[in-house]
C-alpha cells in the first residue's frame, strides 16, 4: 500500500503550501481538512494507533512544507483530538484509566481539567473490535462514519467562523467610538460590518506598508457604510489619544496569549498600551497554537517580498543597502486585552486553557 | 441630529416648518422625507386620523435596520417603519459627516491655489508654490527659503513718502507671510525668524539712509541663517560625533537636516565606523533622500591636505518601513531624531511617526538623542500632536480613491513627549527636555513681543 503521507492529494498541498500559492490561515485550514478527510476514506487501519499515526505522518509532511502557517498543524491536531473522542465514545471509555476523585497531583498529570468529568462508563458498547485478524477492516468500517461526521463538524466551525465572532459585535463597539484597525483581515472586516449593523462609529484603517492591506480594508469597510479613514501607519501614536479602541486581526494566537500578527500590529497595540487604549483581537479558534515564542526577534521569522519596500525603479540604491520586510510581528501577551474569538471572548490569560481543552497532548509535536 | 422641529413634528407633517432657507441641506433632506412618507401614509392607511396611535401599537416587522436604511423610503414594509428608518438613516448620515468634520476640522488643510491677495512679490508667490507642492519641505529648508526670499521684498521695496522704513516695512511684509501661510502653515522656525527680522526692522535707525538700512537689514537676515541655522549645525554635528561610538548602529527615522544626513556624514568622514539603519514612512517616503546621500559617498581617491586619502568603506545602510521598526530596534544602539519644533515642556514636534520610534527606543532601552538647533525652540507648551497638525494633500500622495464614506487623512506631525528622549542635542550643548525652558530664557526671547 502506498505510505498515505505520500498520497497524491497531500503532495499537492504541501506544495501549494510551499509555493505560497495557498495562504492566510482559513483558507489553509480548509485544505487542511479537505485533504485529511481523504486521507482518513481512503486509507486501510486495523486499530486507533494506526490511524492516528498515519494523519500524523500526512500533519507532518504538511507542516514541514509550511511552519509558519500555523493553522494547518492546528487543523491535524483537532482532528486528532475528534478522533479520540470519537473513539472513546464508540468504544464506551473502556481506555481511559481515570477513576473518581479529585487529587491534585492527577489534576496537575493529567492537564486537562475537561476528562476528569467524563466518569468511566460501567458497562462497554464493545460494538467495535478492534485488530480483529478475520477482517482487519472492521474496525475501519465501523469508524469511518463517525469520524466523517467529526470532520464535518470542524467544517462548520469554519464555515461560521467569521458569523460567530461578529456575533457579540456589538457588545464591544459602542456608537460614536473610533476605532483604530489595520491590514487586511476577514474576520475583523466582518466584525466591524455586523457591529455596523447596530451603531454609529468611526473607523481608522492604517495603511499597513508594504502590503498596504488597509486600502483594501478601508475600501470594504467605507463600502458597508461604515465611516472610514485612511491613514498611513505613521500617525499611530499621533490619532491613538483620540481612539477608543484597538482591533486587530492575528495570525496565530500562542499557548502563552500572545500572538502572531501583521506587521505594524505591535507598534499599534504598544502605542494603545501606553494611551492605555484596550486591543482586542478577533480571531477564529482554528488560530490557537501549542507553541511559545518567547526569544525571536524577527516576529515569526517570516519575511516578505524586499522589492516591496525598496523597489528596483531605486535602482542605484537596491544593491547597496539592506532592505528588511519582515511580515509578523510577535504581540506579548501583556498588550492584548482580549480575544474575540468563534467561541466566547476570552482574556489572554486563558488562552493556555483553551488550547489544553481543543488538543491533546501529546499532539503538540506532530 | 434631529433638530427640535423635527423631533415635535407628528407624523403627519405638522403645520409649522422653519423657513426652507434657514435649513441645513440635511434638515431640507429630513424634511423632504417626511413629506413624502406622509403622503404615502395618507394614501396607504383608511383612518389617517389615528394612523399615529396605530403606528405606536402595531409592532414593527422585524425588517433589518441595514436593508432598510439602503432602500431609503422604499415602502415594503408598511409605512410607519419605512419612514422611522428614513428618518433614522438621513439623521445617520448627517451625524457621520458633521462627527468626521468635527474631530479633523482643525487640521489645516492647505488650499489649493492660494489666490494672490494684495501686493505680493513674484518670488514670495513663486515659494509659496514651492511650499505647497512640497517641492521646499523641512523646517531649516523653508526658514532660509523664506529669509531669502525676504531678502529680495526688501531689496525691492521703497518707502512712500511721509512714512520711515522701520515703521511701514512690516505692513508690507504681512500681506506677503499672509500669502506663505495659506500656501503652508507657518512652522515655527519660520515664525521665529520673522519674529526676529520684525524686531530688527523695528530697531532700524530711522536717520541711517533707505538703501543702507536695506542692506543692513539684508545683512542681519545673513547673520541669523549663519549663525541660528549654518554654524549651529556645525556645532550640532561635533556634538553628536562624540556620542557616535565605532561600531554603533544608529537607528534614524526619516530624513531631517541637520540630524541625520549630515551628522552621520561628518562622523563618518571623521573615521567614525558604524551602520545605518534607517526607518521610512509614507507618506513622504523622505528616508529615501537620506539613503541616497549615505550611500553616494566617495568611492574615489581624494586629494586631501596635500595627500593621497584612500576611499572611505561605505556605509552598511539598512532600510526599513515603520512596521518593521520593533523588529529593528533590538539591534539598534543609539537613535538619532530630528525635530520640526521643541516646546517648552520638551515635547518634540516632528515628522509623523517619530514619536512611535522614541517610544519603542524608550521600550528597549535604546537612548534617543533629538538633534535641534536652538531657533526651532517655541515657547509654548504642547501636549498633544492631535491639537496642532497638518495634512500633506492627498492629490500629492494618493493612497486610495475616497469614495462616500472613505476618507484618506495624511497627518504630517506627531508630538513625541519628553519621558522618551534622553538628550537634546543642540548648539548649546546636550541637554535634557526638560531644560529646554531655561535655554529659551538664555537666548532672552521669551520676553519678546510677538
Not at chain 2, 433589518?64 to 438621513?90: C, F, L
Not at chain 2, 595627500?307 to 544602539?333: F, V
Not at chain 2, 515657547?379 to 493612497?399: I, Q, R, T, W, Y
Request: hydrophobic share 40%; aromatic share 6%.
Amino acid at each position: 500500500m502506498e505510505q498515505p503521507q505520500n498520497l497524491r492529494v497531500v503532495e499537492t498541498l504541501a506544495w501549494k503550501l510551499r509555493r505560497r500559492q495557498l495562504v492566510g490561515s482559513r483558507a489553509t485550514a480548509l485544505e487542511t481538512l479537505v485533504v485529511l478527510r481523504q486521507v482518513i476514506s481512503k486509507s486501510r487501519f486495523s486499530n486507533i494507533e494506526q490511524l492516528v499515526s498515519i494523519i500524523r505522518g500526512v500533519g507532518r509532511r504538511l507542516v514541514e512544507a509550511q511552519p509558519k502557517e500555523h493553522s494547518v498543524g492546528n487543523t491535524v491536531r483537532k482532528v486528532l483530538h475528534h478522533i479520540r473522542e470519537e473513539y472513546h465514545t464508540a468504544t464506551g471509555g473502556s481506555t481511559t484509566t481515570t477513576s473518581p476523585g479529585f487529587s491534585i497531583s492527577k489534576f496537575v498529570m493529567l492537564g486537562q481539567p475537561r476528562k476528569q468529568t467524563a466518569l468511566p462508563k460501567t458497562e462497554s458498547k464493545n460494538t467495535i473490535k478492534e485488530n480483529d485478524p478475520d477482517d482487519p477492516d472492521a474496525f475501519a468500517r465501523s469508524l469511518k462514519p463517525v469520524l466523517m461526521e467529526a470532520i464535518q463538524d470542524v467544517f462548520d466551525e469554519l464555515e461560521t467562523v467569521y458569523d460567530n465572532v461578529g456575533k457579540n459585535a456589538q457588545n464591544h463597539i459602542h456608537s460614536d467610538e473610533i476605532i483604530m484597525t489595520l491590514g487586511m483581515s476577514k474576520t475583523v472586516e466582518s466584525f466591524l460590518i455586523s457591529a455596523a449593523h447596530h451603531r454609529n462609529y468611526t473607523v481608522m484603517v492604517l495603511e499597513t506598508a508594504p502590503t498596504y492591506g488597509g486600502r483594501e480594508m478601508s475600501q470594504a469597510l467605507s463600502a458597508a457604510g461604515i465611516s472610514t479613514f485612511l491613514v498611513p501607519d505613521s500617525s499611530i501614536y499621533g490619532l491613538m489619544s483620540r481612539v477608543n479602541k484597538v482591533i486587530l486581526g492575528t495570525h496565530a494566537i500562542l499557548a502563552n496569549g500572545g500572538m502572531f500578527a501583521i506587521a505594524g500590529s505591535l507598534l499599534a497595540a504598544t502605542a494603545a498600551h501606553v494611551h492605555s487604549t484596550p486591543v482586542v483581537v478577533c480571531a477564529g479558534q482554528f488560530k490557537l497554537t501549542p507553541s511559545w515564542n518567547l526569544y525571536h526577534e524577527y516576529g515569526a521569522l517570516d519575511f516578505g517580498d524586499p522589492s516591496q519596500v525598496l523597489g528596483f525603479e531605486e535602482g542605484a540604491l537596491v544593491d547597496k543597502v539592506d532592505v528588511v520586510n519582515p511580515f509578523y510581528d510577535y504581540v506579548p501577551p501583556n498588550l492584548v486585552d482580549a480575544y474575540i474569538t468563534n467561541d466566547g471572548d476570552h482574556p489572554p490569560t486563558s488562552i493556555y486553557r483553551l488550547i489544553k481543552e481543543t488538543y491533546d497532548d501529546e499532539d503538540n509535536e506532530l | 441630529m434631529a433638530t427640535p422641529a423635527v423631533e415635535s413634528a407628528a407624523p403627519v407633517a405638522s403645520g409649522s416648518h422653519p423657513s426652507q432657507k434657514s435649513m441645513t441641506k440635511a434638515e431640507r433632506r429630513e424634511l423632504q422625507e417626511r413629506q413624502r412618507a406622509a403622503k404615502l401614509a395618507q394614501k396607504q392607511q383608511t383612518q389617517p386620523a389615528d394612523s399615529a396611535a396605530k403606528a405606536k401599537a402595531k409592532p414593527k416587522p422585524a425588517t433589518p435596520k441595514k436593508a432598510a436604511a439602503g432602500a431609503e423610503a422604499a415602502p415594503t414594509s408598511g409605512p410607519d417603519t419605512s419612514r422611522s428608518h428614513a428618518i433614522a438613516s438621513a439623521d445617520h448620515e448627517a451625524d457621520s459627516s458633521k462627527r468626521s468634520l468635527r474631530i479633523f476640522s482643525h487640521f489645516g488643510l492647505p488650499k489649493n491655489g492660494p489666490g494672490a491677495k494684495g501686493d505680493i512679490h513674484p518670488c514670495i508667490i513663486r515659494l509659496a508654490l514651492q511650499f505647497s507642492e512640497f517641492k521646499i519641505c523641512g523646517a531649516n529648508a523653508r526658514c532660509i527659503a523664506t529669509l531669502t526670499a525676504f531678502k529680495t521684498v526688501i531689496q525691492d521695496y521703497t518707502t512712500p513718502p511721509n512714512n520711515t522704513l522701520s515703521r511701514h516695512l512690516m505692513t508690507h511684509l504681512s500681506p506677503q507671510i499672509t500669502h506663505l501661510v495659506s500656501a503652508r502653515p507657518m512652522s515655527v522656525t519660520m515664525g521665529n525668524a520673522i519674529r526676529q527680522l520684525k524686531l530688527e526692522i523695528s530697531g532700524s535707525d530711522i536717520d541711517l539712509p533707505e538703501q543702507d538700512a536695506k542692506d543692513l537689514l539684508c545683512q542681519q537676515i545673513d547673520d541669523y541663517i549663519r549663525d541660528r541655522i549654518i554654524v549651529a549645525d556645525d556645532v550640532i554635528q561635533d556634538f553628536a560625533l562624540k556620542k557616535i561610538k565605532d561600531g554603533d548602529v544608529i537607528l534614524t527615522f526619516a530624513r531631517h537636516v541637520p540630524s541625520s544626513s549630515i551628522v552621520l556624514l561628518h562622523a563618518h568622514s571623521r573615521g567614525k565606523r558604524f551602520s545605518v539603519i534607517i526607518v521610512d514612512s509614507r507618506p513622504l517616503l523622505e528616508g529615501k533622500a537620506l539613503l541616497q546621500a549615505l550611500t553616494s559617498s566617495s568611492t574615489s581617491w581624494t586629494l586631501s591636505g596635500g595627500a593621497l586619502q584612500p576611499p572611505l568603506p561605505p556605509i552598511p545602510c539598512t532600510y526599513a518601513l515603520l512596521p518593521a521598526l520593533p523588529s529593528l530596534i533590538t539591534e539598534a544602539t543609539t537613535v538619532i531624531l530630528g525635530a520640526h519644533s521643541l516646546h517648552s515642556n520638551g515635547a518634540v514636534f516632528s515628522r509623523a511617526g517619530t514619536a512611535l520610534v522614541a517610544m519603542m527606543a524608550k521600550q528597549h532601552s535604546v537612548p534617543v538623542l533629538v538633534c535641534c538647533e536652538t531657533y526651532k525652540f517655541s515657547d509654548g507648551v504642547m501636549l498633544d500632536g492631535f491639537g496642532k497638525n497638518e495634512l500633506a494633500p492627498s492629490h500629492l500622495f494618493p493612497a486610495s480613491t475616497p469614495t462616500p464614506n472613505l476618507e484618506v487623512l495624511n497627518p504630517l506631525y506627531d508630538l513625541t513627549p519628553p519621558a522618551y528622549i534622553t538628550a537634546v542635542v543642540t548648539e548649546a550643548g546636550l541637554i535634557p527636555p526638560s531644560s529646554i525652558s531655561s535655554v529659551n530664557m538664555a537666548l532672552g526671547r521669551s520676553s519678546l513681543p510677538v
